[in-house]
Nanobody, 119 residues
Framework: VQLVESGGGLVQPGGSLRLSCAASGFTFSSFAMSWYRQAPGKERQLVISITSAGGSTNHADSTKGRFTISRDNAKNTVFLQMNSLKPEDTAVYYC?????????????WGRGTQVTVSS
């Protein structure tokens, strides 16, 4: 199982970034996907999720209206579009895949990609 994030980097305040997470080794289309982030000295925070059917939920009030999640099941990839970025969005962003099939809970993590918002 692999989740590989990409697309992070340095961006100025007000800018945009699109993160990608390429999945392999499991049935991507049957998993819900989430993006978490962890800023220095803080706990990992759930930002946004998308179900296997494509319904999304933004869990962080600070990112509502700015961050959107989407998925391409044909390419086994989930995306995080981040607009109007702020310095407080600086964090390592992690991709997560999870599924509960009634008997077991499968939960996978990527290694993260750094996003730095600074002028």
């Amino acid at each position: 199982v692999q989740l590989v994030e990409s697309g992070g980097g340095l961006v100025q305040p007000g800018g945009s970034l699109r993160l990608s997470c390429a999945a392999s080794g499991f049935t991507f289309s049957s998993f819900a996907m989430s993006w978490y982030r962890q800023a220095p000295g803080k706990e990992r925070q759930l930002v946004i999720s998308i179900t296997s059917a494509g319904g999304s939920t933004n869990h962080a009030d600070s990112t509502k209206g700015r961050f959107t999640i989407s998925r391409d099941n044909a390419k086994n990839t989930v995306f995080l579009q981040m607009n109007s970025l702020k310095p407080e969005d600086t964090a390592v962003y992690y991709c997560n895949a999870h599924r509960y099939d009634g008997r077991s809970f499968d939960n996978y993590w990527g290694r993260g990609t750094q996003v730095t918002v600074s002028s």
